[in-house]
């Protein structure tokens, strides 16, 4: 993967954590969490938050997990990279739109939520690698 679409991964994937930091109604957990760490202040924009940045930064961390598979080709990486946006994508519609219970959108939200981080820090501890196709890859035999 490009340094510029690891780059957007991270951002996306900070952008929803952050996001959900502020919502202090919807995610308690999340927003006592951000509290404690000094972002109180952005409580003020929870509306923001939840309708606009939060699915736009989701959007993005998705977006570049699908880039990533033109890059590397292995779904084994692009899976988990796509599950966590779609997830938190479904838990924030979910709640702001009554569809789910709330209980359960926000049980979706923060388990898409915990896949994003997981997966962006799998992604910085072992990133991928492209993989050739088999006609254009050297083989050990025509090394010689």
Request: positive net charge; proline residues 4%; aromatic residues 10%.
């Amino acid at each position: 993967m490009s340094a510029i679409t690891r780059i957007i991964d991270k951002t996306g994937v900070v952008g929803a954590v952050v996001g959900s930091f502020s919502c202090a109604l919807c995610f308690p957990a999340a927003a006592s969490l951000g509290a404690a760490i000094g972002l109180g202040f952005l409580s003020q924009w929870e509306g923001l938050f939840m309708h606009w940045l939060i699915p736009a930064f989701a959007a993005v961390a998705l977006l570049a997990s699908l880039a990533g598979w033109f890059s590397h080709r292995r779904w084994q990486r692009t899976l988990p990279g796509a599950i966590g946006p779609v997830l938190a994508l479904i838990g924030v519609f979910g709640m702001t739109h009554h569809f789910l219970g709330k209980d359960l959108a926000r049980g979706i939200f923060y388990t898409g939520l915990i896949v994003m981080v997981v997966a962006s820090i799998w992604d910085m501890i072992n990133p991928a690698n492209r993989r050739c196709a088999t006609d254009g890859c050297e083989t050990p035999a025509a090394r010689g």
